[in-house]
C-alpha cells in the first residue's frame, strides 16, 4: 500500500538554526518525489522534483535530497520568511494523482 | 499570466445547497486536478481531467461532480452539500500527467457547510 510519512509535524527554529525535514515513502516504482511549500491560507506553491536515489536540488536555503526509501529537506541556516508547511508527494502506484504527506510545519524564530 | 485562479475564495452552504466551484489556468495545460484539504488528511484527490472533454474520478469522488468544457477551466460541483464536505478545495493543473510533471495550484476555497 502507498504510504507517505513526513516528520516531525512540527518543527521550531531559532533564525539561522539548521534542521532537516524528512518524507518517508512505500511506492511501487518510484515516478519522482515532489517538495511543496504551503502558506497559511494558500496552496501549495512547487520547490522540487526528485527522480533518482542519490539526487539533490537545491534553492535557495534549501536543498532537497532522495534515498530509495525517504527524502530529506535540509534548512540551512533558516530565516522566519522561511516559515511554512512542507509537503512531499509521491505519484500513486498505478495512479494518476499525487500521493501527499500530511506536511511538517516549520516555525522560525527571529 | 495569473497561473491558476479559483473562484470563490469563501463560500457557506446550508446541508443540501449546491454550489458550483470554478477553476480556471492560464499556462495551456492539458491536466487539471481538484484536491481537498483537511487537517491530518492531506490532500486527497477528488477528480481530474487529462484534457477537454474529460474527466476521471480520484480517491475521493463521492458527493462531486466535474466538468472541463474548455480546456482551460475545470469546474467542480456539488449537487446537495453536506457538512462532511466542510473543506479547503484547491485546483491544480500539470503539463503532463502527474508522475512525470509537478502540478501548480491555486489558491483555494473554504467551503463551509452548515
Known amino acids: 500500500e502507498d504510504q507517505v510519512t513526513q516528520s516531525p509535524e512540527a518543527l521550531r527554529l531559532q533564525e539561522g538554526e539548521s534542521s532537516s525535514l524528512n518524507c518517508s515513502y512505500t511506492?511501487?516504482?518510484?515516478?519522482?518525489l515532489f517538495w511543496y511549500r504551503q502558506d497559511p491560507g494558500k496552496g501549495p506553491e512547487f520547490l522540487f522534483t526528485?527522480?533518482?536515489a542519490g539526487e539533490e536540488k537545491e534553492k535557495e536555503r534549501l536543498k532537497a535530497t532522495l534515498t530509495k526509501k525517504e527524502s530529506f529537506l535540509h534548512i540551512t541556516a533558516p530565516k522566519p520568511e522561511d516559515s511554512a508547511t512542507y509537503l512531499c508527494?509521491?505519484?500513486?502506484?498505478?495512479?494518476?494523482?499525487?500521493?501527499f504527506g500530511t506536511g511538517t510545519r516549520l516555525t522560525v524564530i527571529p | 499570466n495569473a497561473g491558476v485562479t479559483q473562484t470563490p475564495k469563501f463560500r457557506v452552504l446550508k446541508t443540501g445547497q449546491s454550489m458550483t466551484l470554478l477553476c480556471a489556468q492560464d499556462?495551456?495545460?492539458?491536466?487539471m486536478y481538484w484536491y481537498r484539504q483537511d487537517p491530518g488528511m492531506g490532500l486527497r484527490l477528488i477528480h481530474y481531467?487529462?484534457?477537454?472533454?474529460?474527466?476521471a474520478k480520484g480517491e475521493v469522488p463521492d458527493g462531486y461532480n466535474v466538468s472541463r468544457l474548455k480546456k482551460q477551466n475545470f469546474l467542480l460541483g456539488l449537487e446537495s452539500a453536506a457538512p462532511s464536505q466542510t473543506s479547503v478545495y484547491f485546483c491544480?493543473?500539470?503539463?503532463?500527467?502527474?508522475?512525470?510533471?509537478?502540478?501548480?495550484f491555486g489558491p483555494g476555497t473554504r467551503l463551509t457547510v452548515t
Open positions: 491544480a493543473s500539470s503539463v503532463a500527467i502527474a508522475g512525470a510533471n509537478e502540478q501548480y
Open positions: 511506492v511501487s516504482g518510484l515516478r519522482g
Open positions: 526528485l527522480y533518482s
Open positions: 508527494a509521491v505519484p500513486k502506484t498505478g495512479a494518476n494523482n499525487l500521493f
Open positions: 499556462m495551456n495545460h492539458e491536466y
Open positions: 481531467s487529462v484534457g477537454e472533454g474529460t474527466t
